[in-house]
């Protein structure tokens, strides 16, 4: 059974501050692992990760993908207020069909304080 | 990228009874996916909707309790069925990339369910 495990469950920091969020996974045929932000119902798209080693960024947010170790981190710099969400990983396994189901980490709820 | 647009956006209902939700795309996809979020959990994947055959139901998931219709390439519902308060969440769809293009998974708005 595929899983996704992150940590830590949640994080609390004051603004300024940098924060690192892992996230690891076992999955048959992965494909890309993806993180999303959600702070109220729907998850808004962050990164999909398909290469080891290759950081992607994002204005103050950045994320890197390890294959061999399987897990993943999101780095988010100057942390604001706006970032305070829950941050949830997902993995995707290869697929016919071009997307396939997604299996959901617990997210790690990070609250900011001003 | 996909629009999805996915209604209610909330309701509150009694036990016993049923909730259709609705998910409309703005562009015809294969699959499309139902997902449940209990308070302080992450995303359960439900099961898989596919047009044109019976939706593909998870573990613990049945359908009786879940019924999903896929009539076309760019709609599906979810009726969450005898609701009882342990059915409380929020209630998502998605659809990944079209045409076998891979994107990344896009949600609907979400429905948050109270059932009293």
């Known amino acids: 059974e595929d899983k996704v495990v992150q940590s830590p469950l949640s994080l609390v920091v004051h603004e300024g501050d940098t924060v690192t969020l892992n996230c690891s996974y076992e999955?048959?045929?992965?494909?890309?692992l993806l993180w999303y932000k959600q702070e109220k119902k729907a998850p808004t798209f962050l990164f999909m990760l398909?290469?080891?080693?290759i950081e992607k960024k994002s204005g103050r947010l950045s994320s890197i993908l390890d294959k061999k170790e399987l897990f993943s981190i999101l780095n988010i710099t100057a942390t604001q207020t706006g970032d305070s969400a829950i941050y949830l990983c997902?993995?995707?396994?290869?697929?016919?069909?071009?997307?396939?189901?997604?299996?959901f980490g617990t997210g790690t709820r990070l609250t900011i304080i001003p | 990228s996909a629009v999805i647009s996915q209604k209610p956006s909330r309701d509150i209902c009694q036990r016993g009874t049923s909730l259709t939700i609705q998910c409309q795309v703005d562009?015809?996809?294969?699959?499309m996916f139902w997902y449940r979020q209990q308070p302080g959990q992450s995303l359960t994947l439900i099961a898989t909707?596919?047009?044109?055959?019976?939706?593909?139901?998870e573990s613990g998931f049945v359908i009786d309790k879940f019924p999903i219709s896929r009539p076309n390439l760019t709609f599906s519902t979810l009726t969450v069925s005898n609701m009882s308060p342990e059915d409380s969440s929020i209630y998502l769809c998605?659809?990944?990339?079209?045409?076998?293009?891979?994107?990344?998974?896009?949600f609907g708005q979400g429905t948050r369910l109270t059932v009293v």
């Open positions: 398909t290469s080891s080693g």
């Open positions: 909707a596919n047009q044109g055959s019976e939706a593909t139901y």
């Open positions: 999955v048959t045929n992965f494909r890309s």
């Open positions: 998605s659809v990944g990339g079209s045409g076998g293009k891979h994107t990344e998974a896009f």
């Open positions: 997902a993995a995707e396994p290869l697929s016919n069909f071009g997307n396939e189901k997604l299996t």
């Open positions: 562009s015809q996809v294969t699959m």
